[in-house]
């Protein structure tokens, strides 16, 4: 019981300052400690994290809207997108063999916390309002598109995904598209849960309480922190979160499995 506490606590850790400061899925973060630490069942640790996502994703969300860095409008539109072209990126991939890309959301959120270390997102919201509407309005449409194909082609979440998207092409100051990014993940969290846990059965409950409980603990003070932030702060301390998450998650997925294997043979 302590173990599994133990585990689950540190994996809401990880998520929930992803959630509240860069919008990213606990998916990228939950499933492979909950897989690695605790043997569980593909399938099911990512239901966990994705419920996880839920409280999380929305709490951030009311919390950067709260502040004004919400645009629910676009975000709306985005999601619904996103939504429709995961299953059709899902369907296509199913007749296109050897599509799966397990490690890259991995190592875009690592990409993505260099880039804000290296290159800050300083896009201010007097700058975002000289968009013309209707162009912002096509282009969550084409974003949200072009979000969901990839997501359900590749299999990858799409929280860091969006955040590159909303700030490099839609160019979105950092704090209005994190809160954007986590509004929309918690619909396609949901969504995510549900199907998971109708298809796959019930979780284990006390990993599930115990990571939704962290992680929606540590999302709020991340995402509280974020909004008094300056942006220049912001883009650091996000770029430093997203890099020692990517290389914390490719420490569990790639680097322990070896060093697991490379014992047992030992022993045998």
Same mark, same amino acid.
């Given at each position: ?17 992803? =959630? ?31 419920? *996880? @996502?839920?409280?999380? *994703?929305?709490?951030?969300?009311? =919390? ?35 599509? +799966? ?30 968009? @013309? ?52 993940? =918690?619909?396609? #969290?949901? =969504? ?29 003070? +991340? #995402? ?45």
């Amino acid at each position: 019981m302590l173990y599994t506490f133990v585990i689950c606590f540190i994996a809401g850790i990880g998520a929930g300052l992803g =959630t509240g400061f860069a919008g990213m899925s606990a998916a990228a973060v939950i499933s492979p400690m909950l897989i690695t630490f605790l043997h569980m069942e593909p399938y099911m640790a990512v239901g966990i994290a994705l419920a *996880s @996502d839920v409280l999380a *994703s929305a709490v951030s969300a009311y =919390t950067y809207g709260r502040h004004g860095n919400l645009d629910i409008r676009n975000g709306l539109v985005m999601m619904i997108f996103v939504l429709i072209f995961t299953l059709v990126g899902s369907y296509v991939s199913s007749l296109v063999p050897g599509t +799966a890309m397990g490690g890259f959301s991995t190592f875009m959120t690592l990409l993505l916390g260099i880039k804000f270390i290296v290159r800050p997102v300083m896009t201010t919201k007097s700058s975002m309002e000289h968009t @013309d509407p209707k162009k912002r309005l096509m282009q969550s449409m084409l974003s949200g598109a072009m979000v969901g194909f990839i997501c359900g082609f590749i299999g990858a979440g799409g929280g860091m995904m969006m955040l590159l998207i909303l700030t490099s092409v839609l160019g979105y100051e950092l704090k209005t598209a994190v809160g954007t990014s986590v509004f929309i993940m =918690t619909f396609t #969290a949901f =969504t995510g849960a549900v199907s998971h846990f109708t298809i796959g059965g019930m979780p284990d409950m006390t990993a599930l309480i115990l990571c939704i409980a962290s992680t929606l603990l540590w999302a709020r003070i +991340a #995402a509280r922190f974020a909004n008094k932030a300056s942006a220049k702060t912001l883009n650091r301390a996000t770029g430093v979160v997203l890099t020692v998450l990517g290389i914390a998650i490719l420490a569990v997925n790639y680097l322990l499995p070896g060093l697991q294997i490379s014992r047992i043979s030992r022993i045998s």
